[in-house]
T-cell receptor, first 115, second 112 residues
């Protein structure tokens, strides 16, 4: 039973355009959502996060939107650059009695940004 | 500033053997978590160590065990290896009470 789902295994976007990566979740107890970026032969690198009490968080070219009623979040990258080509993982954290809980990851979406 | 370092980077073991993977957390971090990433999947939580104790555990059998040392470094041990244990094993460190994990590059384990 997958609690975090990324239904698009891959996404191809032209350089300069917007990339939108989507993520759905099922557990209402998640208190924090994160996006990680992963290049081959490297570990996941933290990109941006959002608390469950917010609906938007922005950091430069990256914006994450959270729709709690739909249990859906999305990552927008504007403008997309070839260096953004990587696998993007959506992750959610369970509220673990007030301390930091473990992360539950989706399967990832491979983004290709074409020059 | 060294990030999370894992050793070895690659490892080939035979079914039934035992393996130990090592992780040194990022400087200033005191919590270590281990994840297993199978091919085509996202990382799956194995367990987390803080103050030398296992604090949380994911849905993994007892063949998977760990340890945290006083210097915060950690080991992941897997006994009686199965072919299905072949995966990328990721170590992540964090400072307790803060939000973000820093991941290492992982150890690629192949069981033949």
């Amino acid at each position: 039973d997958q609690q975090v789902k990324q239904n698009s295994p891959s996404l191809s976007v032209q350089e300069g355009r917007i990339s939108i990566l989507n993520c759905d979740y099922t557990n209402s107890m998640f208190d924090y959502f994160l996006w990680y970026k992963k290049y081959p032969a490297e570990g996941p690198t933290f990109l941006i996060s959002i608390s469950s009490i917010k609906d938007k968080n922005e950091d430069g070219r990256f914006t994450v939107f959270l729709n709690k009623s739909a249990k859906h979040l999305s990552l927008h990258i504007v403008p997309s650059q070839p260096g953004d080509s990587a696998v993007y993982f959506c992750a959610a954290r369970l509220n673990y009695g007030g301390s930091q809980g473990n992360l539950i990851f989706g399967k990832g979406t491979k983004l290709s940004v074409k020059p | 500033d060294a990030g999370v370092t894992q050793s070895p980077t690659h490892l080939i073991k035979t079914r039934g053997q035992q393996v130990t993977l090592r992780c040194s957390p990022k400087s200033g971090h005191d919590t270590v978590s281990w994840y297993q990433q199978a091919l085509g999947q996202g990382p799956q939580f194995i367990f987390q160590y803080y103050e030398e104790e296992e604090r949380q555990r994911g849905n993994f059998p007892d063949r998977f065990s760990g340890h945290q040392f006083p210097n915060y470094s950690s080991e992941l041990n897997v006994n009686a290896l199965l072919l299905g244990d072949s995966a990328l094993y990721l170590c992540a460190s964090s400072l307790v009470g803060t939000g973000h994990n820093t991941f290492g590059s992982g150890t690629r384990l192949t069981v033949v």
